[in-house]
């Protein structure tokens, strides 16, 4: 009897990620230049985010209902498709259309629904895989996630420092390749199920358990703590440090996406020889004392440190939950994952509105909003001790 090559699933999983990172990281590099080709006022340019992650948080709530009836692999494929044509969308429609941000909003909203149905599938995918060191495969196939958002950030700075920004249409071509090459892997590799069809927990079920209420509070903590210093190194680093916009980019969210890699490959190597909730404990400190001095030093080189620093504190805090959750409700189910996905999208979105909000009525003060900012890792460390504690006795 032939064995199935997992491998090959674990490759598609990992093009996944990477996919999710273009959707989410691409386009916000051509705001400015939608807003000058196109004159889209900024008001609405602000609009295509929010978009995005309101797309991804409805595709969250159907996944939760409705995949296990329709099928892993027509789900995934159709996430792939979804990425492809949005990508190639957003580089016909605008001129096709005759309202070109009615094209771009289109296009959002389809590669968004590909992203959407990538952040919940790929964990279950993986999860159901017969690998032996279940956590740190996790760990690493999240890495993918912060390779891919490095990568889109400096190929797409190299590409227009070469060719221009005017030809980023033929960069959206380009990504929208890798997901459309991914589609075959997808449609070929082997794929499992978490848990046999009719026996998995439907939502009522895991929403009755205490211990599941504390995952999704551990997932809202990650995504506020994550995004909130994410969406805001390049500001912090531009308003609070002085740097220049270009340097900022790359001091700021792209050294942090790099740090976080790091952090997930480290767990996702050494993983088997590391206790999970140590790890996230004591990451969760290293996030609290980054905000800190992000919000407290006066030097510009601590506060630049604690910035990038932060990526790795923030790295393990995602796939942790996951994989913690995961060993907690075997029978979660898809379900399970796209609940904390929502929580973890949820989180996302809170997280730098309130840095944002408390920095516009501090006179514009970045450093206050990211020192409320600390509250998310803080609750996060109160969250894991009490599910700690709730497990033990259990």
Same mark, same amino acid.
Request: contains cysteine; proline residues 5%; charged residues 5%.
């Given at each position: 009897m032939v064995m199935p090559n997992? =491998? /090959?699933? /674990?490759? +598609? *999983?990992? $093009? #996944?990620? !990477?996919?999710?990172? !273009?959707? +989410?990281?691409?386009?916000?590099? $051509?705001?400015?230049?939608?807003?000058?080709?196109?004159?889209? &006022?900024l008001g609405n340019i602000a609009l295509i985010s929010t978009c995005f992650f309101s797309t991804q948080l409805l595709v969250d709530l159907f996944c939760a209902k409705f995949v296990d009836k329709i099928g892993? =692999?027509? *789900?995934?494929?159709?996430?792939?498709?979804? @990425?492809?044509?949005?990508l190639a969308g957003l580089a016909l429609l605008p001129d096709l259309l005759p309202n070109p941000f009615g094209g771009i909003l289109f296009s959002v909203i389809v590669y968004a629904t590909g992203s959407g149905l990538i952040e919940v599938l790929c964990s279950p995918i993986i999860e159901a895989c017969p690998f032996e060191r279940k956590e740190a495969t996790m760990s690493l196939l999240h890495s993918f996630y912060c390779w891919g958002a490095v990568g889109t950030i400096l190929i @797409?700075?190299?590409f227009f420092a070469v060719f221009g920004t005017d030809s980023w249409k033929w960069l959206a071509l380009l990504w929208a390749l890798i997901p459309a090459v991914n589609i075959y892997n997808f449609a070929t590799c082997p794929i499992e199920y978490l848990v046999d069809e009719g026996e998995s927990m439907d939502i009522r079920s895991l929403l009755q358990r205490p211990l599941f209420w504390l995952a999704v509070c551990l997932m809202v903590c990650s995504g506020a703590s994550e995004l909130a210093m994410a969406q805001w190194a390049s500001a912090y680093a531009e308003a609070a440090l002085g740097l220049s916009k270009t340097v900022g980019d790359l001091a700021g969210p792209c050294m942090f996406a790099i740090t976080m890699g790091i952090s997930r490959v480290i767990f996702g190597r050494y993983g088997d020889r590391i206790e999970l909730t140590r790890f996230m404990t004591g990451s969760g400190i290293l996030?609290?004392? *980054?905000?800190?001095?992000? @919000?407290?030093? +006066?030097n510009p080189l601590p506060g630049l440190i604690g910035c990038i620093v932060c990526g790795f504190s923030v790295g393990i805090m995602w796939p942790g939950t996951i994989s913690i959750s995961s060993r907690e409700f075997p029978a979660g189910g898809t379900t399970m994952f796209a609940l904390l996905a929502m929580a973890g999208? $949820?989180? #996302?979105?809170?997280? &730098? #509105?309130?840095? #944002?909000q408390v920095t516009q009525h501090t006179g514009d003060n970045i450093r206050a909003g990211m020192g409320v900012g600390l !509250?998310? &890792? +803080?609750?996060l460390l109160l969250a894991l001790f009490i599910f700690s504690r709730k497990r033990g006795k259990k």
């Open positions: 997992y =491998r /090959k699933t /674990k490759i +598609a *999983c990992y $093009l #996944g990620l !990477i996919t999710q990172a !273009i959707t +989410a990281n691409f386009v916000p590099l $051509l705001f400015l230049t939608f807003h000058s080709n196109y004159h889209i &006022p892993y =692999r027509i *789900c995934i494929v159709a996430s792939e498709i979804c @990425s492809a044509a949005g @797409s700075t190299l996030c609290v004392i *980054c905000y800190l001095l992000v @919000s407290l030093s +006066a999208d $949820l989180g #996302g979105s809170i997280g &730098p #509105g309130v840095v #944002g !509250i998310f &890792p +803080a609750a």
